[in-house]
């Protein structure tokens, strides 16, 4: 009942009652108890959805969900090799707003906003009053991809870009469409995800009528993840015309079992998504405890292909700041 009086809510609403009470979360969780051993971070605070915190289980301190998006101790533990640009793109910031990173596709932040904080996210101490392109800088944007013919794809990315408002993003598209050598417009999002809702009629509709090819990059690393309302969604965007994939991150304790990725595949599929990327952790500051060894993610990625067709099995990748594309992490070292 909780979760069906949340999800009737429009996104808007949702996004604005989303929790960022600690006390509050463990309130509703019935786990109180962690309250003494959970850390209170100064510049990367709680944030999740309640539509999110449903689909968590009551009472469990070990639900995976969970785990995602409560601060932890360890989260202040200096690791040497974890750093706050572990990909270092500020150096790839030709225009504010835009990271040229790789050689077809340009990036472009159009929101620092997100409708979650994932302890592990490897944005989490990125400059974004830097880097954000103001209304200034939408005509700067627009004249260095003319200036660049082999740009044939724009990834709007963040924080995530359906966190901003429909006016926002479908102007957004507006000016990308209107560049003829661009072929695709790419959103990587966790908004279906978090807060199925976003994937609005009038959203889907903007989308379906791009002149572009509308790719859908979705943020999910657990079965869980996934319910029924959240499948309903995601089908809707499929039906809509989109191409949908999902990237998850290979989390410590939370998804680096055999059960939990075949799992996630299959859910994944179900709803219409195929697997697109399975990233080994990006090595920012705070984020350590969720790392898992090459060796182990090897191991697990051999026993994938075992289980499941090649067509659910994603690309097991880690991303390095000096490489213009992912990095696909060597299955026969070390098999």
């Known amino acids: 009942m909780i979760n069906h009086l949340i999800t009737q809510k429009n996104w808007q609403t949702q996004l604005s009652e989303g929790i960022t009470s600690i006390d509050e979360l463990l ?18 605070e709680l944030r999740v959805p309640r539509a999110f915190v449903a689909k968590m289980t009551v009472g469990d301190s070990h639900d995976p969900l969970l785990k995602q998006v409560l601060p932890d101790q360890q989260e202040q533990v200096t690791v040497t090799g974890y750093v706050a640009d572990p990909l270092a793109e500020n150096d790839h910031n030709p225009t504010k707003g835009l990271l040229h990173k790789y050689q077809s596709r340009v990036l472009l932040t159009i929101t620092g906003a997100c409708a979650i904080h994932c302890r592990y996210c490897f944005r989490q101490h990125f400059d974004y009053s830097a880097n954000m392109p103001t209304a200034d800088a939408k005509q700067s944007i627009i004249d260095y991809i003319t200036a660049h013919p082999e740009i044939n794809e724009v990834i709007l990315s963040g924080g995530d870009p359906l966190n901003v408002t429909n006016r926002r993003l479908f102007a957004w598209l507006d000016t990308l469409e209107a560049i003829p050598q661009l072929t695709t417009i790419r959103l990587h ?21 791009s002149r572009c090819h509308i790719v859908m990059v979705i943020h999910c690393n657990h079965a869980n993840e996934i319910d029924v309302l959240t499948a309903e969604y995601l089908q809707r965007a499929r039906a809509a015309g989109m191409t949908l994939l999902n990237q998850a991150v290979l989390l410590k304790g939370i998804n680096d079992s055999v059960a939990a990725q075949i799992a996630l595949s299959q859910r994944l599929f179900a709803a219409g998504v195929l697997p697109y990327y399975l990233h080994v952790l990006d090595k920012v500051a705070g ?11 090897v191991a697990l990625y051999w026993s994938l292909l075992a ?5 659910l099995v994603p690309k097991l990748v880690r991303e390095l700041p000096d490489r213009p594309f992912k990095v696909p992490i060597d299955i026969y070292n070390g098999a």
């Open 189 to 209: 999002t966790r908004l279906p995800i978090v807060i199925p809702a976003r994937l609005d009629a009038p959203l889907l509709e903007r989308l379906a009528q």
């Open 287 to 297: 984020a350590a405890h969720f790392d898992s060894d090459e060796r182990s993610a």
């Open 27 to 44: 309130s509703i969780l019935k786990l109180e108890s962690l309250r003494a051993d959970v850390y209170v971070p100064e510049h990367f």
């Open 307 to 311: 289980a499941l067709p090649g067509y």
